[in-house]
């Protein structure tokens, strides 16, 4: 059984560029998250979609966007890279029973380094 | 605003001590908590969770934790610590309303042998 998987592994890009990171879930998962960790601090929550609709957003500027497609594949996209967003990107899937989340399953995430 | 507290940043023990790592959240609703573990060279993996009922939880790996709701916090236990513990180990308080995941900056747990 596949894991959450993510693409690139490793990225690098220039300030002012924009990037597209790519998740997809674990099958049977319908609710996609996002999280921002940088060094020495846990997961900032970015985005939660849910059945292709955003569910929860975290305190990011309008330039981190995302979405998720009819297979409940996800990406998040980031506008106007500063050096700041150089960051490990995460995505997580979980099962949605009752209402109740599961609790995540990781990705290995992405390593985007801003220069 | 939501926020997650972990209090020690670095844990050193010996192996067969015991542990408990704190976590407090700020957060008057209703919580989904969650501790994660991250071994080095790996990604984050779920060690346990709580949504309602009984207060003491069980995980994987002989791990536990209370929630205690008057304190607002979901303390991680381990009775007998062993070297491949060592990792560092993040709590997380979903608000179930708003979707939002807030983790703590996490614990990092090095068992000498």
């Known amino acids: 059984d596949a894991g959450v998987t993510q693409s690139p592994t490793h990225l690098i890009k220039t300030r002012g560029q924009h990037v597209t990171l790519r998740c997809s879930p674990i099958?049977?998962?319908?609710?996609v998250s996002w999280y921002q960790q940088v060094l020495g601090q846990g997961p900032q929550f970015i985005f939660q979609?849910?059945?292709?609709?955003?569910?929860g957003r975290g305190n990011f500027p309008d330039r981190f966007s995302a979405r998720q497609f009819p297979n409940y594949s996800s990406e998040l996209n980031v506008n106007a890279l500063l050096l700041g967003d150089s960051a490990l990107y995460l995505c997580?899937?979980?099962?949605?029973?009752?209402?109740?989340?599961?609790?995540?399953?990781f990705g290995s995430g992405t390593r985007l380094t801003v220069v | 605003a939501q926020s997650v507290s972990q209090h020690n940043h670095h844990v050193i023990l010996s192996e067969a001590a015991s542990l408990e790592l704190g976590c407090n959240y700020s957060?008057?609703?209703?919580?989904?908590l969650f501790w994660y573990v991250q071994y080095p060279g790996q990604h984050l993996q779920l060690l346990l969770k709580?949504?309602?009922?009984?207060?003491l939880v069980k995980g994987i790996k002989g791990f536990e934790a209370e929630f205690i709701k008057s304190k607002f916090s979901f303390n991680l236990r381990k009775p007998s610590v062993q070297w491949s513990d060592t990792a560092e180990y993040f709590c997380?308080?979903?608000?179930?309303?708003?979707?939002?995941?807030?983790f703590g900056d996490g614990t990092t747990l090095t068992v000498k042998p």
């Open positions: 099958s049977g998962h319908k609710s």
């Open positions: 709580y949504f309602s009922g009984d207060p």
């Open positions: 979609y849910y059945e292709k609709e955003e569910r």
């Open positions: 957060y008057g609703g209703t919580v989904n």
């Open positions: 997380a308080v979903l608000n179930t309303n708003a979707g939002k995941s807030t």
């Open positions: 997580a899937s979980s099962p949605i029973r009752q209402g109740y989340n599961y609790g995540y399953t």
